[in-house]
């Protein structure tokens, strides 16, 4: 945990964002994998982690608005939880070290609630993710679990992204050291990356360093040859030559600060001219990108200056035409980089998606697109300083988006389609950064990972 004084400081930072009522934020459970007593790893709910800090399952907390009073509500272990669980800190305990004074057992949260509601006090609360937590909320308040999205409390969430989106100091070092982590995991990554290696021996590798040395993965680990598909989680294939093998990945730890990467390296460790042409191309677009991020540019922009230079890049190796800012204009890039530039980072990979995409990512100025691929970009509006973001450009080679749009001759004056047509066994690249937002331009978070053709091609060695 953080210092008391700074889960203290975010509680007050809170309080002052919102007029009345109380705020309930319900911690995690443990989840079955298989049978009861075999469970998930157990992970925080990233809300409870940031103002709270505890990293235990079966917590609640409560922050009463209008009496300055907050709560911790949970059950001490008993006897036989001893016996199997070993001791654990009692629920006072817990709650000094998150700067909380008042506790109760978890029946005391039903009461106060009941009387909250009984007074028609606001209960705030945040749009609950998992099963567990969705019927544990829906019991306390006495609203149907279908409609609870729907109650979840605007106002707060709106708090908790105002919060949450600028990084202090301590966590930037926290997101920083999980960088680190993956850059082994990324080096260690590529070099294995020869004929003959199955990909799974990479994955289980890299994932071994992850949990070796901090927590677990970030996300389950996207390590394929076929690279088109954007989150293979398929590790069977045998890696030969010729083929780029993509590793998306990045670590957590016990603060549950992320981190999230992607390299993408050719197997054997030598580009052949194709795979170069395209690899700096992307590599073009992820160093423009970073480039441009400055406070007061909407990401938006960033992801269309992004999508211009794939659409410039490719068009000098004949595979697009015509002018590349007009191709970008219409969308025409999309057939090979349908994603979204980047997403915010910290304590949640894709951070406070859980809170609704469009409330992080947009705002009355930027709206979100329908356009097929815009719509995908999580985040368009404009960067603070504070903010940590991915930059993670790709070019992909998906063989039924590539028939179907030739079937509608989509886009027809901006595609060569006969020269796309002999990219199709080419796979996909993806280069991918985690950056932090400065006063006046943007830092590129932890010790450089081999990026260009030339580092990667001599780590590969
Ligand atoms: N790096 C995985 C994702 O952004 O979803």
């Known amino acids: 945990m953080f210092p008391t004084i700074v889960y203290g400081n975010r509680r007050k930072n809170l309080r002052a964002e919102l007029s009345g009522g109380l705020i309930l934020f319900l911690g995690n459970q443990e989840v079955p994998f298989n049978y009861p007593a075999n469970t998930y790893s157990f992970r925080q709910d990233s809300n409870f982690s940031y103002f709270f800090g505890l990293d235990h399952p079966d917590l609640a907390a409560v922050i009463d608005l209008d009496e300055q009073k907050d709560y911790i509500f949970g059950n001490d272990v008993d006897m036989d939880d001893i016996i199997w669980m070993g001791v654990q800190p009692t629920i006072q305990d817990q709650a000094a070290m998150a700067g909380v004074q008042h506790t109760a057992p978890l029946t005391g949260l039903n009461d106060l609630i009941k009387s909250a509601i009984a007074r028609e006090r606001k209960v705030h609360f945040a749009p609950p993710y998992r099963g567990e937590t969705i019927l544990w909320l829906s019991d306390l308040l006495g609203i149907p679990h279908l409609n609870l999205k729907e109650n979840a409390s605007e106002p707060l969430i709106r708090a908790i992204i105002k919060l949450r989106m600028k990084k202090d100091p301590i966590e930037i070092a926290e997101i920083e050291k999980m960088v680190d982590i993956a850059r082994e995991m990324h080096t260690t990554g590529m070099k294995m990356a020869k004929p003959g290696v199955v990909e799974r021996q990479i994955a289980g590798t890299i994932e071994g360093i992850a949990l070796s040395q901090c927590g677990p993965v970030s996300f389950p680990v996207i390590l394929s040859i076929n690279g088109q598909t954007l989150h293979n989680h398929y590790h069977g294939n045998t890696l030969v030559e010729g083929r780029m093998l993509v590793i998306d990945a990045g670590c957590e730890n016990d603060l549950h600060y992320c981190s999230d990467i992607t390299r993408t390296v050719p197997v054997g460790g030598k580009f052949n001219a194709r795979q170069k042409g395209i690899y700096e191309v992307v590599l073009n677009a992820n160093l423009a990108a970073i480039k441009a991020a400055k406070p007061g540019v909407p990401f938006r922009e960033i992801h269309m200056l992004a999508a211009t230079e794939i659409a410039k890049g490719l068009t000098g190796l004949g595979i697009m035409k015509g002018d590349p800012e007009a191709a970008a204009l219409k969308g025409a890039h999309t057939l090979f980089f349908p994603h979204g530039l980047g997403?915010?980072?910290?304590?949640?990979?894709?951070?406070?998606?859980?809170?609704?995409?469009?409330?992080?990512?947009?705002?009355?100025?930027?709206?979100?697109?329908?356009?097929?691929?815009?719509?995908?970009?999580?985040?368009?509006?404009?960067?603070?300083?504070?903010?940590?973001?991915?930059?993670?450009?790709?070019?992909?080679?998906?063989?039924?988006?590539?028939?179907?749009?030739?079937?509608?001759?989509?886009l027809a004056e901006f595609i060569n389609y006969n020269v796309v047509e002999t990219y199709k066994d080419f796979g996909g690249i993806r280069i991918e950064d985690d950056i932090l937002v400065t006063a006046d331009g943007c830092r590129v978070l932890g010790k450089p990972i081999p990026k260009t053709v030339g580092e990667i091609e001599q780590i590969m060695q």
């Open 343 to 410: 997403h915010p980072l910290g304590l949640d990979v894709h951070d406070l998606e859980g809170l609704g995409e469009n409330l992080i990512g947009y705002d009355e100025e930027v709206q979100r697109s329908k356009e097929f691929g815009l719509a995908f970009l999580r985040f368009g509006r404009k960067l603070q300083e504070g903010f940590v973001m991915t930059i993670e450009p790709g070019i992909y080679f998906i063989p039924e988006l590539i028939d179907l749009w030739k079937a509608e001759n989509k």
